[in-house]
């Protein structure tokens, strides 16, 4: 049995984080909400409290049975995890006249404690929090203090249970990771032996056992979770799946033509569907962003199933579905960021059952299997691509022309970023999340030669991100963005103005539709 570290989420914005940093010390661990520890421990080495927007003595804050966990598994927790625990064995937890945020230095340490070891004093840590530990608890002691916070860590000296109010989890917090893995390996004993090849085994395997020999369709985006996901079945299962790839007409340019090659060249056995005609028909005149994404759903959905319905014998549905999509959908606060945009409702009416490989990795493990499972780089460094495609990178009403103009446009772009060379064989592109052009539903003056223009702008877009949740405006160098708005201006006809944009998501979202 696998071994794994339980984090119980109180609704922090920082729990996913736990859990990458956990992933990283190749140790699997699961995010569970607060209430929904386990009766069946088999496999659980170690339990992670998380941090939480509330406070302890919130009339309306949550709570959790420590039986089941003290004295059973190595337990930490971090912020309000911290709190909760000081509190249930009887500490004191009151409110800071003022709230503490940011850097603070670890001034006094108990350094032969097994959580601190190799962390060296004043050591700078993260603070978020407005309530604080006043009181530890009977048969607790201090093991770290800042100037400003007494009990910045703790621990019980009967039981392997353990609170620190800062968050080690945060990059800011410089030896947050020693920290972690001081738990996850040192106190929990963690092998370790979460890794991209351990995964492609184990889940070939699985799937193996599980799909035996029934038939699995799958829709192919072009993306990395749904071609990752893809090679994986085809390891398990070969030719019993059938991928889908369906062109609505909105793809980049030549990007049809060139994944459907890439995926013939890995083996797949694909189905390429150019239904453009009919998303260009329904689209006609629509200019909602909604409703072009209802439409373009609707369609999509429709399309899917009339392929599918094509293979026989068919019994699964497989998606690229990962964690974040997941865990957005789980989040405790009941607040939904970004809704997941797979081929909803499909294997309902189609009477499938679902198989979803990839739904316990982050993003840069998806990549990271994707390479262990030889993917070329033209598939697994691509950038994530919205679902609806240009329609929603094009303001206003859609129309093929707008469309050929916008894929001549965002070709310019991206292939200019694939070509900037930066050091250590990169290049501009792999420095970006993500990037692309948008065409503005606005006409502008300019001046061509002698002859006055009214046509169309363009903004580009790109930024730096690391799950899509928050993303900065990329820094990208003058000189790239006056090579790049010449030559759309030049080569683009009826594009006379290239604007930049400098937007940060919250507030902004990295897609303007
Ligand atoms: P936003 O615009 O919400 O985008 O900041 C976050 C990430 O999600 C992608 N995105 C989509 N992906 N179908 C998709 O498959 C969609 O409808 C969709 N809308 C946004 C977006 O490109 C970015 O990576």
Redesign the pocket.
């Known amino acids: 049995m696998e071994q794994k570290i339980v984090i119980l989420d109180f609704g922090s914005q920082t729990t996913q984080l736990i859990a990458r940093r956990i992933r990283e010390l190749n140790t699997f661990c699961e995010i569970l909400p607060y209430n929904k520890f386990p009766d069946n421990t088999e496999g659980i080495i170690g339990v992670v409290l998380s941090g939480s927007p509330l406070s302890v003595y919130d009339a309306d804050s949550f709570h959790i049975d420590f039986n089941k966990i003290a004295g059973h598994f190595p337990l930490l927790g971090i912020c309000y995890g911290a709190q909760l625990t000081a509190q249930t064995y009887g500490g004191k937890v009151e409110a800071c006249p003022t709230r503490e945020y940011g850097r603070a230095a670890l001034s006094q340490l108990e350094g032969t404690d097994p959580l601190l070891k190799d962390i060296p004093l004043n050591s700078q840590v993260w603070m978020s929090h407005g309530d604080t530990i006043t009181a530890l608890p009977n048969g607790f002691h201090c093991i770290a203090s800042t100037e400003s916070v007494r009990y910045a860590a703790f621990r019980s000296d009967n039981e392997a249970v353990w609170g620190v109010q800062f968050h080690p989890e945060v990059f800011h917090s410089i030896h947050g990771s020693l920290l972690l893995k001081n738990f996850v390996v040192d106190i929990c004993g963690s092998q370790q032996q979460w890794s991209p090849s351990a995964f492609v085994e184990e889940t070939v395997a699985e799937l193996r056992a599980t799909l035996q020999d029934d038939h699995v369709i799958l829709g192919l ?1 072009g ?1 990395v979770d749904s071609t990752v996901a893809a090679v994986l079945l085809h390891k398990a299962i070969g030719q019993n799946l059938t991928c889908i790839f369906v062109d609505h007409g909105m793809l980049r340019k030549n990007e049809f033509t060139r994944v459907l090659a890439d995926y013939q060249t890995l083996g797949l056995n694909v189905i390429g569907v150019d239904a453009s005609a009919k998303f260009f028909a329904d689209l006609k005149g629509v200019t909602e962003p909604e409703a072009k ?1 209802k439409i ?2 609707r369609d999509f959905i429709e399309v899917f199933e009339t392929e599918a319905h094509k293979i026989s014998n068919v019994k699964w549905l497989a998606q690229g579905t990962i964690y974040p999509d997941r865990i957005e959908s789980l989040n405790i606060t009941g607040k939904v960021i ?2 997941h ?2 081929v909803g409702g499909l294997p309902e009416r189609m009477n499938l059952k679902l198989c979803e490989p990839l739904k316990w990795l982050f993003k840069d493990e998806v990549r990271r299997v994707g390479r262990e499972l030889n993917i070329p780089k033209s598939l697994i460094g691509r ?6 495609g240009l329609a ?1 990178r094009i303001l206003g009403d859609i129309t093929p022309e707008k469309v050929a103009m916008l894929q001549e446009a965002d070709d310019i772009f991206i292939s200019n970023m694939q070509a900037w060379a930066l050091p250590d064989n990169k290049t501009l592109y792999d420095e970006v ?2 990037a ?1 052009a948008i065409l503005l539903p606005v006409n502008s003056v300019g001046v061509m030669g002698d002859e006055r223009t009214y046509e169309k702008a363009v903004a580009l877009r790109a930024v730096t ?1 690391t799950d ?2 928050t ?1 900065d405006w990329a820094h990208l160098p003058y000189e790239f963005l006056a090579k790049v708005s010449n030559e759309i201006i030049n080569q683009v006809k009826g594009i006379n103005r290239v604007c930049y944009d400098i937007s940060s ?1 919250p507030p ?6």
């Open positions: 985006s993306g994404r373009i759903g970004k809704s945009h797979n950038h994530p691509f919205p679902g609806p929603v999340w993500q692309g991100s899509a949740m993303a998501k902004s979202t990295i897609e303007w539709e």
